[in-house]
């Protein structure tokens, strides 16, 4: 099944410096991963990443091939031009290799802190994602004194912009994503059935606004390779009680969302992804309760290996 692959980090411990984190995209990209991604959050002891292009900078200089990936950069709490900027220097930086997942974000104290109105964080995101894209097009964004028109400087390597994702974590998302006629990125804890149900509508909305098919099918899921049966029921009861507050009511059971048995199930699974969805990238979250680094990292190596070299 030749999907590209990618993961974000397994272990937060010390992430918040760039040796830890670095480390471990180094790693990823020797084990033949495509991608290295990382969230945006803010306020979460020990585990925000509230400068995602800062952090992926310092990726940026220690790998070569690695795409990196934001899973959701939060329109909303930012002025687009200067976000449009942040993006430009790291695809500069990166020779080219950014993906830009973008999202609204849903933590009211977030917003609270940076001055937002939660009820006007999907106009927001959509005026701030038109403004970024017309300037990371090079359109020009606003005249000097003198009446001539300034342009985004630098633009980026990847033309007309690095790939954009949209994450959508629910049906006005999912049909704000499809109006763009831009792949969408969904929840990491919503069932393979939701996922398809949600694929049709997406597919239907691109359709009715008259855009071209999207192809890019990304999906983040959690993935454990263990042929330890009773680590890996320990791993799901941990994953059970890890989803947070925000997206626990509309969570499913683990065993919809989470892909963890022998290398047997695990590629089982995977081959229904594929089929049901057409699934193009695959993005492994990484941090399970209860499992070491080192068990994390060999089932990568494993999933590496079931989804092609």
């Known amino acids: 099944m030749p999907i590209e692959l990618g993961t974000t980090p397994w272990s937060w411990r010390g992430a918040m410096r760039a040796e830890a984190l670095c480390a471990q995209a180094e790693q990823a990209e020797a084990?033949?991963?495509?991608?290295?991604?990382?969230?945006e959050n803010h306020f979460g002891a020990g585990r925000s990443i509230p400068s995602p292009m800062l952090s992926l900078a310092a990726v940026a200089a220690r790998t070569r091939h690695l795409r990196l990936g934001c899973t959701s950069y939060l329109l909303p709490i930012r002025h687009p031009l200067q976000a449009a900027e942040e993006v430009a220097v790291l695809d500069q930086l990166s020779g080219g290799r950014v993906i830009l997942g973008v999202g609204r974000g849903v933590?009211?104290?977030?917003?609270?802190?940076?001055g937002v109105e939660p009820a006007d964080k999907r106009k927001l995101f959509?005026?701030?994602?038109?403004?970024?894209?017309?300037a990371l097009r090079g359109e020009p964004v606003?005249?000097?004194?003198?009446?001539?028109?300034?342009?985004?400087s630098p633009l980026p390597v990847q033309q007309p912009s690095p790939p954009i994702w949209v994450a959508a974590f629910g049906p006005l998302a999912l049909r704000q994503a499809a109006g763009l006629g831009l792949p969408y990125l969904a929840s990491p804890v919503e069932s393979l059935q939701v996922l398809e149900d949600n694929y049709r509508l997406f597919h239907h909305e691109v359709a009715a606004a008259g855009l071209p098919p999207v192809s890019v099918i990304p999906v983040m899921r959690t993935v454990f390779v263990t042929a330890d049966q009773a680590q890996a029921d320990r791993a799901r009861n941990a994953l059970a009680d890890s989803v947070p507050p925000p997206m626990r009511d509309k969570a499913a059971g683990v065993e919809d969302w989470a892909l963890v048995g022998d290398a047997q199930c695990v590629r089982d699974k995977l081959d229904e992804y594929v089929a049901r969805l057409g699934?193009?990238?695959?993005?492994?979250?990484?941090?399970?309760?209860?499992?070491?680094?080192?068990?994390?990292?060999?089932?990568?190596?494993?999933?590496r290996a079931l989804v092609g070299g």
């Not at 309760?289 to 190596?301: I, K």
């Open 142 to 152: 606003v005249e000097d004194e003198h009446g001539k028109a300034l342009c985004l």
């Open 279 to 303: 699934v193009t990238h695959l993005v492994l979250r990484g941090g399970l309760p209860g499992v070491s680094d080192a068990q994390q990292v060999a089932s990568h190596e494993q999933v």
């Open 126 to 134: 959509a005026r701030n994602l038109e403004i970024m894209r017309r």
């Open 31 to 39: 084990m033949g991963f495509d991608a290295f991604w990382l969230p």
């Open 107 to 114: 933590q009211a104290a977030m917003f609270s802190a940076f």
